[in-house]
């Protein structure tokens, strides 16, 4: 690659996506704390001064990492709705498989994402952007328009079972219940259970 074409590359949002990128990979290969801002600047093909043309340190760069996954996690998620009936058993399960298979594809990025102890704002709204859809298919299940008390207390046990099994997936420590059942079927056993004892009437 020439100079002209470098500089075209990154000019204006390119750089950013770039640094993105690299990080990413980094994180996946090295984990969150293995690597320096550096290496990934050297993996971007950029000079070690870039980077805070667009975050203020190593902290805010691996935000925007943890932020790229939460916005695809909801883009699986929307993409594991597109023939499945609103609020039905097979829509939810839906959203508990892509979460697992998301956690599978890329786990280091996944612990991270969950690691944050001080989130900014926007960490938040994109956390709150996966989880949406979760509740949303609740509320419709339910019959409501509105999330309530009512869907918050169904969707945190949903919530948390595919979360603990995608931990447990990605750690190794799930093949004993692999043996028993695939990943999918535990997700719609597990999903069809918590959705039973709140049944509408």
Same mark, same amino acid.
């Given at each position: 690659?020439?100079?002209?074409?470098?500089?075209?590359?990154?000019?204006?949002?390119?750089?950013?996506?770039?640094?993105?990128?690299?990080?990413?990979?980094?994180?996946?290969?090295?984990?969150?704390?293995?690597?320096?801002?550096? #290496?990934?600047?050297?993996?971007?093909?950029?000079?070690?001064?870039?980077?805070?043309?667009?975050?203020?340190?190593?902290?805010?760069?691996?935000?925007?990492?943890?932020?790229?996954?939460?916005?695809?996690?909801? #883009?699986?998620?929307?993409?594991?709705?597109?023939?499945?009936?609103? !609020?039905?058993?097979?829509?939810?399960?839906?959203?508990?498989?892509?979460?697992?298979?998301?956690?599978?594809?890329?786990? @280091?990025?996944?612990?991270?994402?969950?690691?944050?102890?001080?989130?900014?704002?926007?960490?938040?709204?994109?956390?709150?952007?996966?989880? !949406?859809?979760?509740? !949303?298919?609740?509320?419709?299940?339910?019959?409501?328009?509105?999330?309530? #008390?009512?869907?918050?207390?169904?969707?945190?046990?949903?919530?948390?079972?595919?979360?603990?099994?995608?931990?447990?997936?990605?750690?190794?420590?799930?093949?004993?219940?692999?043996?028993?059942?695939?990943?999918?079927?535990?997700?719609? @056993?597990?999903?069809?259970?918590?959705?039973?004892?709140?049944?509408?009437?």
């Amino acid at each position: 690659m020439n100079d002209v074409t470098a500089k075209t590359r990154y000019h204006h949002g390119d750089l950013r996506q770039q640094l993105i990128t690299a990080t990413r990979a980094l994180v996946e290969e090295k984990g969150p704390d293995g690597f320096s801002v550096s #290496e990934a600047c050297r993996a971007a093909g950029v000079s070690t001064a870039a980077p805070y043309k667009h975050f203020q340190d190593r902290t805010e760069i691996l935000q925007a990492v943890a932020m790229e996954g939460f916005g695809e996690m909801t #883009e699986a998620f929307h993409l594991a709705l597109k023939d499945k009936p609103e !609020g039905s058993l097979a829509a939810i399960a839906a959203i508990g498989i892509a979460y697992v298979r998301f956690a599978e594809a890329n786990p @280091e990025v996944f612990r991270m994402m969950f690691a944050f102890k001080d989130k900014t704002e926007a960490m938040e709204a994109s956390g709150m952007g996966c989880y !949406g859809v979760l509740l !949303g298919q609740i509320a419709a299940y339910l019959g409501q328009d509105e999330i309530d #008390e009512a869907v918050l207390a169904l969707g945190f046990p949903l919530w948390t079972f595919v979360h603990g099994l995608s931990f447990l997936s990605i750690d190794g420590k799930c093949e004993t219940g692999k043996a028993v059942l695939t990943m999918e079927e535990m997700v719609v @056993e597990a999903t069809r259970r918590l959705l039973s004892e709140a049944r509408p009437a």
